[in-house]
DNA sequence: TCATTATATCATGAAATTATGATATGTTAT
DNA sequence: ATAACATATCATAATTTCATGATATAATGA
């Protein structure tokens, strides 16, 4: 048993799965949401979503690890944007897929 | 504040959230990538994984519950499939910008 | 320089997720 | 009918994620 094989894949479906967990949060998922309409500073974010500062300048920390946004700093501002095109073939994808399973997923208590 | 549209924006995004959430888990992950090559029963995922029987029963509902995957009775058996093809398609996207962002991701230690 | 504003970081408690072990359900074969 | 096997369910404990509040860093303007 413990096979490198098995090994490899258990580390490589950790990173896939760290990867899929930045749009697993709703306040996350939200940012990236609003950022596909065009860069937006962190105070902007803020204001919008009525959420705290740290909250959100964790989340996009979380979000710029995954690859979902980078930012640019101006002046005092920092400006966060979804560079990668990819990005937003994956949201519209789940927003179909959603679509055709909303009844279920609301039901998922199991975990 | 507390407007209808901010309210219908965050059911939204705790539902897509939740959607996302299928794949945020190593073991979930992979197991939609084993079904990916073709059905496959409950205890071949067992084998496969080395996991528990119940721990895969549970994962396997979950993403059955959010459209992941479906499922047949055979007998004693149960199998499960992909059957969206847009579930590929998000795990092929993934793949490319996880390939351009491995080494930032597993650095990710924030959430 | 000092005050103000914008953002980042971090410790901690609260809440949610997950694995485990036990048990239940259902099917097949004897 | 009952034993054996496959899968599902569930309570609980362990782990992880998350929000909060406090503090730090950094840039701007007075």
């Known amino acids: 048993m413990d096979e490198p094989l098995k090994v490899m894949h258990v580390i490589q479906s950790e990173l896939y799965a760290k990867f899929f967990q930045g749009l697993s949060n709703p306040v996350r998922y939200r940012i990236v949401e609003l ?13 919008t979503l009525g959420a705290s ?24 501002y920092v400006y966060y944007q979804i560079t990668d095109k990819r990005v937003s073939q994956i949201m519209e994808l789940a927003r179909q ?15």
Chains 1, 2 share one sequence.
């Open 97 to 111: 897929v959603v679509a055709d399973n909303a009844a279920h997923i609301n039901s998922c208590t199991r975990m």
């Open 53 to 76: 500062q740290s909250q959100i300048s964790n989340h996009l920390a979380c979000l710029k690890w995954c690859g979902y946004v980078s930012s640019r700093q101006d002046g005092k």
């Open 35 to 47: 950022l596909l309409d065009g860069e937006k500073s962190v105070g902007e974010l803020v204001n």
